[in-house]
């Protein structure tokens, strides 16, 4: 069993940033693929960025040149960057581990873009 846990969601202005985190605990972190998925209310989730076990790294077009998603080992975290934020990016974030179909999930964070 693999137990995640989000942190960093806040309320930002267009054009900030903010840096999500997600700790995991329960087994190990390193053999998992990582990903951050959101949720804004009426549509469905979707991927935002996923990292593999070797470091490799993914991206939804609406995020990339502005969203980083990177792990580190050590700590069994693995995080996600976002700067340049827009309104459409609220949403609530959510961290996976080993996948969409068949991995664990997170509780989710909640980011909301607003002046």
């Known amino acids: 069993q693999v137990r995640l846990v989000e942190s960093g969601g806040a309320l930002v202005q267009p054009g900030g940033s903010l840096r999500l985190s997600c700790t995991t605990s329960?087994?190990?972190?390193?053999?998992?693929?990582m990903g951050w998925y959101r949720q804004a209310p009426g549509n469905e989730r979707e991927l935002v960025a996923d990292i593999t076990t070797g470091g490799s790294t993914n991206y939804a077009d609406s995020v990339k040149g502005r969203f980083t998603i990177s792990r580190d080992n050590a700590k069994n975290t693995v995080y996600l960057q976002m700067n340049s934020l827009k309104p459409e990016d609220t949403a609530v974030y959510t961290c996976?581990?080993?996948?969409?179909?068949?991995?664990?999930w997170g509780q989710g964070t909640q980011v909301t873009v607003s002046s």
């Open positions: 329960g087994s190990r972190f390193s053999i998992y693929a």
């Open positions: 996976n581990a080993g996948g969409a179909a068949l991995g664990y």
